[in-house]
């Protein structure tokens, strides 16, 4: 049998993951976000953190002056060669003590000696995992704002765009573009608070020891966690996290609920998009195709591409629920989970988020097509408006029964909800003809629409998140 093996020089690396491949990475993450959970990356804040670590043990005499310079400056992850780290990972089958072996060789004369002083793999692992979110925190902050800078626009250009709205997928009454996009935004806002919430929560930094007593610091370990932590810009916790797993978790989950709104806004864009429908379309470039044998398709691809990636997300983020269940003071099975877990939630949302935002600003809007799909019904869609506007002349419950069996008996003859009610003879001997004409206008049955849109506009501007 004939190697199907392809030569180095074509392909490079082996890539197995969708986060990986050339061809797909870009539909599950974007660059910025495999660079902050890259691997590299990854031993970067590690690094980071024996640095701080060094420091404040210097500052505080426990280690000479001397080594915690020499650590600080060989704290650069490209002299980590990842090759030799892989290898050596794979021989002696522990996650960090290749790294700190490759980092002792390269300080200086016995400065590595003082390396890693009195600390724990997890310390390390824990602390750069929330260096590694607090980067992608910025990034999510600023796309969610993005989002929200796009439908307050669709919601303000949109405020008076008048379309169906559908109850259990058939029409129902009367809404706009603009409102749709409000509830959207205002949905989004909340997001917005809750990343905003957490930050206290999640930017805690992790010094405990091998099971959370912090006897391997020494009398000055309270110090030393603090004077190190501070360094890095966390939060310092008051008692060990390390079997505690609820901060990583409650991320996770805030950015499966995130991907909930994106992925019903995706969703909801595509079943919009559909031709007998079409009353939205994402924005078309020269050379987008949408099938390899029909030459005609125009795909509303980032509008599926969210909505398939909030599924993938929700997923991910249960699996940081389950790592809540670690058994005494540290269990490698949760533990590990969120190696996986963790990174591929980020990446997913990120990748959301940043679709989401193109997808809204290059949107299209057909005003006249959402108007002809309100008219597919016939008028019958203001049968409410009817009823109760009768209702104030006949009674609620004898309007509701009058108006049913003039719709029943218009739709099964297809007649215009209008023509209905006029063949109807008590309805047409209570209403006359220039009520039934004005009570069948959608324009006219939009309640307090343009009210709430401007409420939700004025206070996401007053509050000035949109502007992150």
């Known amino acids: 049998m004939t190697s199907m093996a392809m030569p180095a020089t074509t392909f490079g690396p082996m890539s197995v993951s969708v986060f990986d491949m050339q061809a797909l990475q870009h539909l599950w993450s974007s660059e910025e976000l495999r660079r902050i959970f890259s691997e590299a990356n990854r031993i970067q804040k590690w690094l980071d953190i024996e640095a701080a670590l060094a420091a404040a043990q210097a500052r505080l005499g426990i280690i000479p002056e001397e080594a915690a310079r020499g650590i600080a400056g060989q704290a650069r992850a490209e002299r980590i060669d990842l090759a030799k780290l892989g290898a050596e990972t794979r021989r002696i089958k522990h996650s960090l003590v290749p790294t700190l072996r490759q980092f002792q060789a390269l300080c200086p004369g016995e400065t590595g000696q003082w390396l890693h002083y009195g600390a724990t793999t997890q310390d390390i692992l824990d602390t750069g995992m929330v260096l590694q979110i607090r980067d992608a925190h910025a990034a999510f902050l600023r796309d969610i704002s993005a989002i929200g800078r796009e439908l307050a626009r669709l919601a303000e250009a949109h405020r008076g765009t008048v379309m169906a709205g559908r109850t259990h997928a058939v029409q129902a009454l009367p809404i706009t573009f603009g409102h749709k996009c409000a509830i959207w935004l205002d949905e989004v806002e909340r997001h917005h608070i809750r990343l905003k919430e957490i930050e206290p929560r999640i930017f805690v930094g992790l010094l405990v020891g091998a099971v959370g007593t912090q006897a391997s610091y020494g009398p000055e370990a309270r110090a030393v966690e603090r004077l190190t932590l501070e360094g ?45 429908i079409a009353e939205v379309e994402e924005g078309f470039n020269e050379g987008k195709l949408g099938s390899s044998t029909m030459p005609h398709k125009r795909n509303p691809v980032l509008a599926e591409n969210i909505a398939c990636l909030s599924r993938a997300l929700r997923y991910s983020a249960a699996l940081m629920t ?17 190696w996986k877990a963790m990174p591929e939630c980020c990446l997913i949302a990120g990748a959301m988020l940043s679709q989401t935002a193109d997808l809204l600003r290059a949107l299209r809007v057909d005003a006249e097509a959402m108007r002809r799909n309100l008219d ?10 009817v009823m109760l506007a009768l209702g104030t002349k006949v009674g609620k419950q004898n309007a509701h029964e009058w108006v049913y069996e003039a719709s029943m008996h218009g739709i099964e003859n297809r007649l215009d909800f209008a023509d209905a009610m006029r063949r109807h003879p008590r309805i047409a001997a209570v209403l006359e003809e220039e009520e039934i004409r004005s009570l069948t206008e959608p324009a006219g049955y939009l309640g307090q629409i343009s009210a709430s849109i401007d409420r939700v506009l004025a206070r996401v501007r007053e509050s000035g998140w949109l502007n992150d």
């Open 232 to 276: 890095l810009g966390l939060a310092v916790p008051d008692i060990s996290w390390a079997p505690a797993r609820d901060r990583f978790a409650e991320y996770a989950n805030l950015l499966a609920l995130i991907g909930g709104t994106l992925g019903k806004i995706g969703n909801e864009l595509l079943n919009l998009q559909r031709n007998e």
């Open 376 to 385: 597919v019904m016939r008028g019958y869609v203001l049968s409410e408006r």
């Open 322 to 338: 389950e790592a809540m269940v670690a058994e005494h003071e540290r269990d490698g099975i949760a533990w590990k989970t969120e």
